[in-house]
């Protein structure tokens, strides 16, 4: 499936706006769930006509200090000092994990009290050949487009809805590119079955990193979690993954076959409760 989305790519898409400049918010922990397979089967993730499957995505919110900003548009002073104010930000996010807390492929749709366009980061992995320059594209495909895909249908390219991201920051986590989520994407994503995220290698090829949408549209437009039930069930992944850890370590030191990469078993946990 991955050499199907690959193919299906096309050209690549041009962003329809410029990125807007909101907070210094690069990734937030992945969705209160269990490490999922890596973004190579879409397929297997897609929710088929009339399955119930788990969100794939989390919502998170909570409030951030941010410049006060005047009637000309320019950051509010007093004394001097720029002035303060408290905005909700929320992010709507997914992140797939190795059984060892390796981040695959992490995307989140960023949302600003008081400001209408919506915000889209796409991280993957430090992977050694990628061009920076070239940025990422993201794709959404809709349950006919996949099916077309499995059958090796060719797809027209004008019905793909996509855009631009542009690589931000890099560290030893992975690699982020942003851009404005146009309500074109946002929409398609509603609708979608996956959302594809193209970065280029230095060959020339595109390399596909691959988002299920399951349940995406009610987590965005829905409650966010309740943050401290989300924490401790964060926490207690963690505690499974430095577990993971010493056991692939123990397996290394032994002689065995190491897990250290392998992708965990098992679908996502339970999410934390939404607040009421």
């Not at 790519?9 to 041009?14: C, E, I």
Request: aromatic content about 4%; some cysteine; charged content about 20%.
């Amino acid at each position: 499936m991955a050499e199907r989305f690959s193919r299906a790519r096309g050209a690549g898409f041009v962003a329809t706006g410029a990125a807007i400049a909101l907070a210094a918010v690069v990734t937030m922990p992945a969705g209160a769930q269990q490490a999922k397979q890596p973004a190579k089967q879409p397929a297997k993730q897609a929710a088929p006509a009339g399955a119930q499957q788990q969100s794939a995505w989390v919502k998170l919110c909570e409030k951030a200090p941010y410049n006060k900003m005047g009637p000309d548009g320019k950051p509010q002073l007093a004394d001097g000092k720029p002035v303060m104010e408290e905005k909700m930000l929320c992010l709507t996010h997914h992140e797939q994990m190795t059984n060892v807390g390796v981040t695959m492929i992490s995307a989140a749709i960023q949302q600003l009290d008081g400001i209408d366009k919506l915000h889209m980061m796409v991280m993957v992995p430090p992977t050694t050949g990628i061009v920076m320059p070239a940025g990422m594209s993201v794709v959404v495909y809709d349950k006919e487009q996949v099916a077309k895909l499995e059958k090796k249908e060719q797809l027209d390219q004008k019905t793909l809805v996509g855009q631009k991201l542009m690589f931000t920051i890099c560290h030893q986590n992975g690699c982020t590119a942003e851009n404005e989520a146009t309500p074109q994407l946002v929409e398609a994503m509603k609708k979608g079955v996956v959302m594809v995220a193209y970065a280029t290698h230095v060959s020339g090829q595109p390399i596909p990193y691959q988002v299920p949408l399951v349940g995406f549209k009610g987590t965005l437009e829905g409650k966010a979690v309740d943050n401290q039930a989300y924490q401790e069930q964060r926490k207690n992944l963690q505690q499974t993954f430095m577990a993971n850890r010493l056991e692939a370590l123990k397996q290394m030191q032994g002689g065995g076959q190491a897990a250290a990469g392998a992708p965990a078993a098992g679908g996502p946990a339970a999410k934390a409760p939404a607040k009421k």
